[in-house]
């Protein structure tokens, strides 16, 4: 597959990234394209394997002009600006995608996350309690807003967010790598410790980076 890998890190700027794509390449991205014509997808993928975000965001413009109503485009050229690490210009497209588009949870994801990235935490807190007047039950809508909470220094509803989403997903690692984060931080020794025993248990490499983090400072 001629896609290009994503760096995974920790960043707000690579949480977008992985957010979108997470399995690591662009196929996250066209997901999300399937009324795309196949002509168009596969200049993407082109665009994408040359790393050329400028003629990405070019491309995306001159279907937007074509179609404004396509919430799709707005995915690409969101996209686009985020590879350019240009965080205020991506969410600038998303939120018209969210416009276009307000009953796809997604597109809130992507908008608060171009917001964290860009150091807009209240506006992202804000996208992400809009999407979960979407869909109440997102593991992932809560995970992300806990993951603001935690940018802001806010650990308390930090905790609070990854509870919710660990109750609707008991298995979902992020979660519980953001709980034990978020632990760790503001002192509380014993639900770190709760963190790192579940994902040790769902054998996850998230357990590693915690500890390696929770080790940092002890």
């Given at each position: 597959m001629l896609l290009v890998a994503l760096i995974?890190?920790?960043?707000?700027?690579?949480?977008?990234l992985n957010a979108m794509v997470p399995d690591g390449t662009?196929?996250?991205?066209?997901?999300?394209?399937?009324?795309?014509?196949?002509?168009?997808?596969e200049r993407i993928i082109a665009l994408e394997k040359d790393g050329d975000w400028r003629g990405l965001v070019r491309f995306a413009d001159e279907n937007i002009?074509?179609?404004?109503?396509?919430?799709?485009?707005?995915?690409?050229?969101?996209?686009?600006?985020?590879r350019l690490r240009?965080?205020?210009?991506a969410a600038d497209y998303f939120g018209e995608m969210v416009r276009l588009a307000p009953d796809d949870v997604t597109a809130y994801h992507f908008l608060a996350e171009a917001q964290r990235a860009a150091g807009d935490l209240k506006s992202a807190a804000n996208t992400l309690e809009r999407a979960?007047?979407?869909?109440?039950?997102s593991a992932l809508?809560?995970?992300?807003?806990?993951?603001?909470?935690?940018?802001?220094?806010?650990?308390?509803?930090?905790?609070?967010?990854?509870?919710?989403?660990?109750a609707?997903?008991?298995?979902?690692?992020?979660?519980?790598?953001?709980?034990?984060?978020?632990?760790?931080r503001s002192g509380r020794a014993g639900e770190l410790q709760e963190?790192?025993?579940?994902?040790?248990?769902?054998?996850?490499?998230?357990?590693?980076e915690l500890r390696a983090l929770a080790g940092a400072r002890s």
């Open positions: 995974a890190a920790c960043t707000p700027q690579q949480i977008l662009a196929s996250m991205l066209l997901s999300h394209l399937e009324s795309v014509e196949s002509g168009n997808r002009a074509r179609d404004p109503f396509s919430p799709e485009w707005r995915l690409v050229g969101g996209y686009a600006h985020s240009e965080f205020p210009r979960l007047r979407v869909v109440r039950e809508t809560h995970q992300l807003l806990g993951d603001v909470y935690v940018d802001a220094q806010r650990y308390p509803p930090a905790l609070t967010e990854y509870r919710r989403a660990l609707i997903d008991p298995q979902f690692a992020d979660a519980w790598f953001g709980l034990g984060r978020a632990a760790w963190a790192l025993q579940a994902l040790e248990r769902l054998r996850s490499s998230r357990a590693g």
